[in-house]
């Protein structure tokens, strides 16, 4: 079975740092693509990075220069390293996996296993 475990949320001042894990079982870690994503409320859940099964990572544009995505494979833990946050980025923050290609990479229905979430609010 495959278990995704977010962590590493709080609250955090606009222009602060957070990092975010996920710690992962149950699946062939690097096997997978992997994915961050985030729901604010009242919205759509949106793709914020991800790292195909190649370990090739992608950000969006709007968290580029800001937000890295990474992972340990001998940790089988991914990673979000989030920089000078926003008050709009406030929402929760949720890791996902599975055999996605890698223009599909943003699609949050193409993810088949789901953590959780973690919470982070950055307040205005």
């Known amino acids: 079975e495959v278990q995704l475990v977010e962590s590493g949320g709080a609250q955090v001042q606009p222009g602060g740092s957070l990092r975010l894990s996920c710690a992962t079982s149950g699946f062939l870690f690097g096997s997978y693509s992997m994915g961050w994503f985030r729901q604010a409320p009242g919205k759509y859940r949106e793709g914020v990075a991800a790292?195909?099964?190649?370990?090739?990572?992608s950000v969006s544009d709007s968290v580029k220069g800001r937000f890295t995505i990474s992972q340990d494979n001998a940790k089988k833990t991914l990673y979000l390293q989030m920089n000078s946050l926003k008050p709009g980025e406030t929402g929760m923050y949720y890791c996902?996996?599975?055999?996605?290609?890698?223009?599909?990479?943003?699609?949050?229905?193409?993810?088949?296993?789901w953590g959780r979430g973690a919470q982070v609010n950055v307040p205005s």
């Open positions: 790292i195909d099964a190649d370990g090739t990572p």
């Open positions: 996902a996996a599975g055999r996605v290609e890698w223009w599909q990479l943003p699609v949050p229905s193409k993810f088949g296993n």
